[in-house]
């Protein structure tokens, strides 16, 4: 029987896929001109960044147990950074939030 820490690991491991796969899809459907509005990255930057974070996340390879823990840590990281900062911004910008 796996201990409460490693319940905890795994929640936070299958939680990541989905926040990677909406970061992406969000990045996907924003104007381009909304990130230069927002003084952000480009739009193609962080297309680039949330889909290969998407990518990482999702990669049994990647989770947060296997080799590249790494890896996995920090597109988490990045994936959060987007829908905590650059998400907002994109909204207020176009006139949603």
Do not use: C
């Amino acid at each position: 029987m796996p201990g409460i820490d490693t319940l905890i690991i795994y929640a936070i491991n299958l939680a990541g896929i989905p926040l990677g796969i909406f970061a992406f899809v969000h990045a996907l459907m924003q104007r381009a001109d909304a990130y230069t509005a927002a003084n952000r990255m480009t739009k193609p930057a962080w297309l680039g960044i949330t889909g290969a974070a998407g990518f990482v996340l999702v990669l049994p390879v990647f989770s947060f147990y296997g080799p590249g823990t790494l890896f996995w840590l920090a597109s988490l990281v990045a994936v959060l950074v987007y829908i905590v900062d650059v998400r907002p911004s994109l909204a207020e910008v176009q006139g949603k939030g």
